[in-house]
């Protein structure tokens, strides 16, 4: 019988492993699991430009919530993109897996369908995210870091420690099923209706039993472009370890920032396999630490760091 893993992007996602690891210690299946974690990030408010309500919000300083999640048993997925006022953005996404026949649902038409379901209607802001919002806002206050998304290419996106904004929560169960859920307020001071890679299957989140489970964070516009979860997954089907697949995409990732003629832009990734090897990698300067969780231990790592030469 496997032992029960999980790994979580981030610092915070520290909160997610230890939700996820009790569900997984009970007996849950591995995607309940990491529903759980992720939905603990999702509620703590006091993690400052986080996840869920209460993080960093677009452009007019709305705040528009993606998320997906995936059955590594049945490939079973959902995902709800630039989703406003509904809080539990992945619970969400779970009721598109289970309750119709689509994949993602978008925008107002996600919100009509949230309704639907009885997930009821909040209010997305604190005190604290709106004095954050003002502070920063571009045009009240000039700060390369907390630059809008621009259209000149994403690679002059920073993903820095103020604002990341992603739990990706993969988790194998006693089962030896994979299970995944990203959750996502996306970049901080987006252009309104961008929606990045957290909810695009394959994009920030690809589970299969047969392969393995990853994530992703950083800049969404990269992660996309090389369609990364689904680039690790089958490097690990084709024989690669979670680490090697990780740095494998990095440098697919760094490659593709070369043939545009740009400098590589922030992106991490993290993998697990389904016998248990886990792997995390991040491009230059993405400082990407992880959770882990095995047994009763949960440890934050630091991941390997692919430059653009390596
Ligand atoms: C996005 N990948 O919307 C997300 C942002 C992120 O830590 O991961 N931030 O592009």
């Given at each position: 019988m496997p032992e029960p893993i999980t790994i979580a992007t981030w610092p915070f996602g520290k909160l997610a492993v230890e939700v996820a690891m009790k569900a997984l210690a009970k007996g849950e299946p591995a995607l309940d699991a990491a529903l759980a974690g992720a939905q603990a990030v999702e509620d703590d408010?006091?993690?400052?430009?986080?996840?869920?309500?209460?993080s960093l919000p677009d452009r007019l300083g709305r705040l528009t919530l993606d998320a997906c999640l995936m059955d590594g048993r049945t490939l079973s997925c959902g995902a709800v993109a630039?989703?406003?006022?509904?809080?539990h953005p992945a619970a969400l996404a779970r009721r598109v897996m289970e309750?119709?026949?689509?994949v993602l649902l978008v925008g107002e038409a996600a919100k009509w369908f949230a309704l639907q379901q009885g997930f009821p209607l909040e209010v997305p802001y604190t005190a604290e995210s709106i004095k954050e919002w003002l502070d920063a806002h571009p045009e009240r206050k000039k700060k390369d870091d907390k630059k809008?998304?621009?259209?000149?290419?994403?690679?002059?996106?920073n993903i820095n420690e103020f604002n990341h904004d992603t739990v990706t929560v993969l988790s194998l169960d006693k089962k030896g099923h994979l299970g995944g859920v990203c959750t996502t307020s996306g970049l901080?001071?987006?252009?309104?209706g961008r929606v990045g890679d957290s909810p695009i299957i394959g994009a920030g989140l690809y589970v299969d039993d047969l392969a393995g489970a990853a994530g992703a964070t950083g800049v969404g516009e990269e992660i996309i472009r090389i369609g990364g979860s689904l680039f690790i997954a089958e490097q690990m089907r084709a024989g690669k370890s979670a680490q090697e697949a990780c740095e494998l995409a990095c440098k697919r990732s760094n490659a593709a920032a070369g043939r545009r003629g740009v400098h590589p832009a922030r992106v991490a990734f993290l993998a697990l396999d389904p016998k248990g090897g886990v792997g995390a990698a991040c491009t230059e300067k993405a400082d990407f630490k992880y959770a882990v969780g095995r047994g009763d231990k949960i440890e934050l790592l630091q991941a390997k760091e692919i430059g653009p030469k390596a």
């Open positions: 408010t006091t993690i400052r430009n986080s996840v869920g309500f209460g630039c989703v406003e006022h509904i809080k309750k119709t026949p689509h809008p998304t621009s259209a000149d290419g994403a690679s002059d996106i901080a001071y987006k252009l309104p």
